[in-house]
């Protein structure tokens, strides 16, 4: 038995379910935030708590690595037990694990908190679009609400670095994870009196054979692309990224011949599912591609601060919420969604466009070029997730936003990969021969020894602004492309998919 009950197919959303999106928003707010909270807290951890170079990384790391490889299973798991129980207990462990990162004595305590706030995350985020999903039946209302959840989900990265910039300004760096604390709080309160409880009424046995399946498949992939973006070519990592994909062709065998896969492969079969993925895993790529240049030049080239560039790097973020509530209404309106969707797209490379035309002392043209691109993403994210999530039986909406979710994150970890590995290239050929090796490695290198190289600094930057045009119109290359390929793959999806065409289903419990 619940407290609630799911509206039925068609029935407009009121007031209780609008109030329990606000209550999802929460704590999808700081998850997203976690991503990016631990920016500037860490030199203060480290003088704290002393960790070594690799604790160091883990610290930082072991939250998404874990988040990313747990995404489908937790996403499973809720269509199992039900997504309102699954999104509480996370909660639980969610707040709990923040709690003790706050007051962790030692390196090794405050990672196995990471990777309990990693698991949490990874039963939050699929959980609170599954449950989007099962209130608003209505597809206007459902586009509505898909496009608030798209907008605090990328606003929330940008926040995270603030909020962290202006606690360890002014409180001590365990106060980065306790504001996670009243919003779990108010989650477990509110949740069961106003969240709808519903999951898969047949969902089979769980395989967990698929679990470490899945997991063996999306971390050394992650890890592997990261590692590139961040070091360069080598062997390891291109063995790391290939032996993922060999699990992930293991993973889709078993998916495909075992009795209750974990990922059904009937999701695919859905009229646009597929390319809503895929194309949602190219706009993740667009986002996060601008994101590892933008950052460092504004605090590296521009010299701000790490709080000033935070602070600058946040009011790009602003206009997201108008975006995705316009490409709704353009839907709404009888525009195809093809054409929004490809329109997205478009405007995200128009943004890179800017990037590439922006010059060593270009702040408010970097800013625009960041607001541009946002705004293109979320317009073609929250069309994208609407589709994917129309277009799968609802009893499986959980394992559709965690192939979402995972989509999100292998995009963003292949454009630093690609994009990276084409700035740095250009970077390093810039630099003049002469410069010390540090120098010809990154711009943090060379800004270290730039005093005592005349002239080392100057050029540094302009070397990384080069960098930076050229991965620029490589994601202008690789959105316009991506512009086309939307209209080529949806132009056959009306406004409104799948379930709306569909007789009503049983989804309650």
Not at 33 to 60: C, H, N, R
Not at 116 to 142: C, E, H, K, N
Not at 313 to 320: K, V
């Amino acid at each position: 038995m619940t407290n609630s009950t799911s509206p039925s197919p068609g029935t407009r959303a009121g007031r209780r379910e609008w109030t329990a999106l606000g209550v999802l928003m929460l704590p999808l707010l700081l998850v997203s935030m976690d991503v990016s909270v631990l920016y500037f807290a860490v030199p203060a951890i480290s003088a704290d708590l002393e960790p070594s170079g690799t604790q160091q990384l883990w610290i930082f790391d072991i939250y998404g690595f874990v988040l990313a490889g747990l995404l489908m299973t937790m996403g499973s798991l809720g269509d199992r037990v039900g997504r309102r129980r699954l999104l509480l207990t996370g909660a639980a462990a969610f707040g709990t694990a923040s709690l003790v990162a706050a007051y962790a004595n030692s390196a090794e305590t405050l990672i196995a908190a990471r990777a309990v706030l990693g698991i949490g995350g990874a039963t939050l985020m699929p959980s609170t679009m599954a449950l989007v999903r099962t209130m608003f039946t209505d597809p206007r209302q459902r586009a509505t609400a898909i496009g608030l959840w798209s907008g605090v989900m990328t606003a929330g990265i940008a926040l995270g670095s603030v909020m962290s910039g202006l606690l360890v300004e002014h409180f001590w760096w365990g106060s980065v994870f306790l504001v996670n604390l009243p919003a779990m709080l108010l989650l477990l309160v509110l949740g069961p009196v106003l969240l709808p409880e519903s999951r898969n009424p047949s969902p089979g046995r769980f395989d967990w054979l698929s679990v470490p399946l899945s997991m063996a498949a999306v971390l050394p992939v992650v890890y592997g692309l990261k590692e590139i973006a961040a070091e360069g070519w080598n062997v390891r990592y291109v063995m790391s990224v290939t032996t993922g994909l060999l699990f992930a062709a293991l993973f889709v065998h078993r998916q495909r011949t075992a009795a209750s896969p974990l990922i059904s492969p009937e999701l695919f079969r859905g009229r646009g599912f597929s390319p809503a993925v895929a194309l949602n895993l190219v706009a993740a790529f667009g986002m996060m591609g601008s994101a590892y240049f933008t950052t460092q030049y504004i605090q590296s080239v521009l010299d701000n601060s790490p709080l000033e560039a935070a602070l600058w790097c946040l009011l790009p973020s602003l206009p997201i919420a108008v975006a995705a509530p316009v490409g709704a209404q353009l839907v709404q309106r009888g525009v195809p969604r093809a054409y929004v969707v490809a329109g997205g797209f478009a405007l995200t490379a128009c943004g890179y466009v800017l990037l590439a035309l922006t010059g060593t002392d270009s702040l408010w043209l970097l800013l625009t070029a960041c607001a541009v691109l946002a705004c293109g993403v979320v317009v073609a994210t929250a069309q994208l997730a609407d589709l994917a999530l129309s277009a799968a039986p609802m009893e499986k909406a959980g394992a559709a936003s965690s192939l979402l979710e995972t989509g999100t994150e292998f995009g963003g970890a292949l454009s630093m990969a690609f994009l990276g590995s084409i700035g740095m290239a250009v970077y390093r050929h810039e630099m003049p021969g002469s410069a010390p090796d540090a120098a010809r490695e990154t711009l943090g290198g060379a800004l270290a020894v730039a005093d005592r190289v005349p002239g080392l600094a100057t050029a540094a930057r302009e070397a990384f602004t080069s960098g930076m045009h050229a991965a620029a119109l490589a994601g202008v290359a690789v959105l316009t492309g991506a512009a086309a390929l939307a209209v080529v793959t949806l132009r056959r999806e009306p406004a409104w998919t799948a379930t709306e065409r569909r007789a009503p289903e049983k989804t309650g419990v």
